[in-house]
C-alpha cells in the first residue's frame, strides 16, 4: 500500500509541472535600511522568483539559553519590522518569500553545536526559542509569506530535545497555515526526526563535491552522484520534495572540497571555479521531479557594490556565477511563464 501511495505522490509531482515550476531563489541578506525598488531590481533581472528573507535573534555562546530578538541594536532588515518592510517590498514586485529566522552565535560559533548544560537552561533555551519562533510565525501569517522555515542548522538542539520540535511544529501550525520547511545542514538532514510533519526536506547544501583546486564537470558531476542518491531516497521515504534552503559556493580555489567555509582565510579567488560549481548543482537538480527548488546563499540589497571580482566569498553578485544563475532561471522562467 505504501508503494502505491509512493507512485500515486510521484505521478502527482510528474503532472503538475515541476520542472518548470521551481523555486528559483535568492538569500536576501538584512541591512541597515529600508529596501527600495532599487534594490529589489536587480533580483528581477537574475529572473528569481523567490527570496528568503532572515531577520536574526542572537546568543552569546553555545551553553547560553539566553536568545535577545527585535532589538533597536540590530539591523533594521534583521528586525521584525525591517522584515515586515522586506517582504512587502519583494510581494509588490511578485517575488514569493520564505521568511527564514535564524539565530547568529557570538563569533559566528556553528549553531549546530548549541548544548545546554542543565535542564533548566534546556527549558529556558526552549521558552525564548518558542517566543522566537513563533513571534515570526505571526509576521509570516499577516504578511502571507509563502513559506515559513522553523529553523536552521540546530542539530544538537533537536536531537536533544526532540519532544520540543514537535510541539513547536504544532504551535506553528495554529499560527501560520503556509507550507513548512526546516533548514538541515547538510551533514545533519538524514537524522531530522520531523520531516513527516513538514511540506519540505529543507538541506543546507555545503556537500563536499571534489578535493581539486578547479574540478572538472566531471569531477563535479561525480562527486554529488552518492549525495543525489541519498537526497532522492529521503525524497521518496517521506514522500517530500527536496528543498535547498541554502547552496552556493565561494569564488576561491579548492571551493568544493568545504564549501561550509566561512572563515576569512585568503584563498585565491577563483570566480571560474564558483561558476563551474553552480552551474552543475543546476545541472544535476532542477530538472527532477522530486526536487522543488533552492536558495542561493547570499544576495546583498546594495547589488552595485557587492562581490565583486576581487571578492573571494559567497554572493554571486558582479561575478560569473550570477550570469549562470540569471541564464538559468530565466530559462525555467519560460518554462513556467505564469510562476
Same mark, same amino acid.
Given at each position: 500500500m505504501k508503494q502505491f501511495a509512493f507512485l500515486l505522490w510521484f505521478a502527482l509531482l510528474s503532472c503538475s509541472g515541476q520542472k518548470g515550476d521551481k523555486i528559483n531563489g535568492i538569500s536576501f541578506v538584512g541591512s541597515r535600511e529600508e529596501v527600495l525598488q532599487a534594490h529589489v531590481n536587480p533580483v528581477l533581472d537574475i529572473h528569481a522568483n523567490y527570496a528568503a528573507v532572515m531577520p536574526f535573534g542572537f546568543i552569546r555562546d553555545l551553553q547560553s539559553p539566553e536568545l535577545v530578538f527585535d532589538t533597536e541594536r540590530q539591523w533594521y532588515g534583521e528586525t521584525k519590522q525591517g522584515a515586515k518592510q522586506y517582504i512587502g517590498m519583494l510581494h509588490k514586485n511578485g517575488i514569493k518569500v520564505m521568511l527564514k529566522p535564524q539565530i547568529w552565535i557570538w563569533r559566528g560559533a556553528f549553531t549546530g553545536d548549541m548544548v545546554m548544560q542543565s535542564e533548566t537552561d534546556w527549558k529556558a533555551l526552549e521558552s525564548a526559542y518558542a517566543k522566537f519562533i513563533l513571534a515570526y510565525a505571526e509576521l509570516a501569517q499577516e504578511t502571507q509569506c509563502d513559506m515559513y522555515c522553523i529553523g536552521t542548522e540546530l542539530e544538537e538542539f533537536v536531537k536533544n530535545r526532540p519532544q520540543f520540535w514537535q510541539d513547536l511544529i504544532i504551535q506553528v501550525k495554529h499560527i501560520y497555515k503556509g507550507k513548512l520547511t526546516y533548514a538541515a545542514n547538510w551533514d545533519e538532514y538524514t537524522r531530522t526526526p520531523f520531516w513527516d510533519q513538514l511540506d519540505f526536506i529543507g538541506v543546507d547544501a555545503y556537500f563536499p563535491l571534489s578535493e581539486h583546486r578547479e574540478p *572538472? /564537470? +566531471?569531477? $563535479?558531476? *561525480?562527486? %554529488? /552522484? &552518492? %549525495?543525489? @542518491? /541519498? $537526497? =532522492?531516497?529521503? *525524497? +521518496? =521515504?517521506? +514522500? @517530500? &520534495?527536496?528543498l535547498f534552503t541554502e547552496f552556493g559556493y565561494r569564488s576561491m580555489d579548492y571551493t568544493g572540497k568545504k564549501p561550509w567555509l566561512v572563515d576569512r582565510n585568503q584563498m585565491e579567488v577563483n570566480l571560474e571555479a564558483q561558476a563551474e560549481a553552480t552551474q552543475m548543482i543546476f545541472d544535476e537538480f532542477w530538472d527532477e521531479d522530486w526536487f522543488a527548488g533552492g536558495f542561493v546563499w547570499k544576495w546583498f540589497i546594495h547589488h552595485d557594490r557587492a562581490g565583486g571580482h576581487a571578492d573571494n566569498r559567497f554572493t554571486p553578485q558582479n561575478k560569473p556565477a550570477e550570469s549562470v544563475i540569471r541564464k538559468h532561471y530565466a530559462r525555467i522562467k519560460k518554462l513556467n511563464p505564469q510562476g
Open positions: *572538472s /564537470q +566531471e569531477q $563535479l558531476r *561525480s562527486g %554529488w /552522484q &552518492p %549525495w543525489k @542518491k /541519498q $537526497l =532522492k531516497a529521503l *525524497s +521518496e =521515504k517521506f +514522500e @517530500k &520534495p527536496i
